[in-house]
């Protein structure tokens, strides 16, 4: 079965330090990927997404992801993180092809001590 | 911009009431979906729908129906109101690449239905 696993429950990082997220999937073939973040009490806004191409991708924010095929990855990084970073963070993959549905991964909540 | 927006915000029935959720997008986005959002559950696909007049079940589907009469709106209604769907109910839409594949979804900021 297709499934996106977020192996942190809850992360907490210092501000300034770096950040980084894992997320992995389960599929047959690769899919897109995904990262998506939610503040409190408001919906997703998407972050980030990997179609094709360069494995490292740039996002809003600050962020980046990195797509490691032989991992099976897709990892969520920023070098210097910021108390508006907190936040819960999901990853999402969709197959390819044809009408397609985002399975999220649970999610990880992201603290950032002073 | 609107985007998707969902209505009402906040809803609180009783066991065994009725409602409907409206989600409206401006987007023109062929896909939309309902997902319910549950601590430590991530989010999890109720039903989807591919193109005005057609709908299909998604990972939680009991308890719940859906209608696409019209392409902007995606109705999401529960018949009978249980405790256990008490959640944070998610719309989204998406557009297709033309070649068969989909792109990333936008949220509505969402609906929180207590179910007492």
């Known amino acids: 079965a297709q499934s996106v696993t977020q192996p942190d429950i809850h992360i907490t990082v210092s501000e300034g330090a770096s950040l980084e997220l894992r997320c992995n999937y389960s599929y047959g073939a690769t899919p897109y990927l995904f990262w998506y973040v939610q503040s409190p009490g408001q919906g997703l806004q998407l972050l980030l997404k990997y179609f094709s191409g360069d494995t490292l991708v740039q996002g809003i924010k600050g962020f980046e992801a990195e797509f490691k095929r032989s991992q099976s990855s897709f990892n969520l990084r920023k070098p210097s993180v910021h108390w508006s970073d907190a936040a819960e963070y999901f990853c999402a993959a969709a197959p390819r092809g044809g009408y397609s549905t985002l399975t999220f991964g649970k999610g990880t909540m992201l603290l950032v001590s002073p | 911009n609107a985007g998707v927006t969902q209505t009402p915000k906040f809803r609180v029935l009783k066991t065994g009431q009725s409602m409907t959720l409206l989600c409206a997008q401006d987007m023109n986005h062929e896909y939309m979906y309902w997902y319910r959002q549950d601590p430590g559950m991530g989010l999890r696909l109720i039903h989807y729908?591919?193109?005005?007049?057609?709908?299909a079940k998604g990972e939680v589907p009991d308890g719940y129906n859906v209608s696409r009469l019209k392409k902007q709106n995606f109705l999401l209604g529960l018949e009978s109101a249980a405790p256990s769907q008490t959640s944070v109910y998610f719309c989204?839409?998406?557009?297709?690449?033309?070649?068969?594949?989909?792109?990333?979804?936008?949220f509505g900021q969402g609906t929180r239905l207590t179910v007492v």
């Open positions: 989204a839409s998406s557009y297709s690449t033309g070649r068969g594949g989909n792109t990333e979804a936008f």
């Open positions: 729908s591919v193109g005005e007049g057609t709908t």
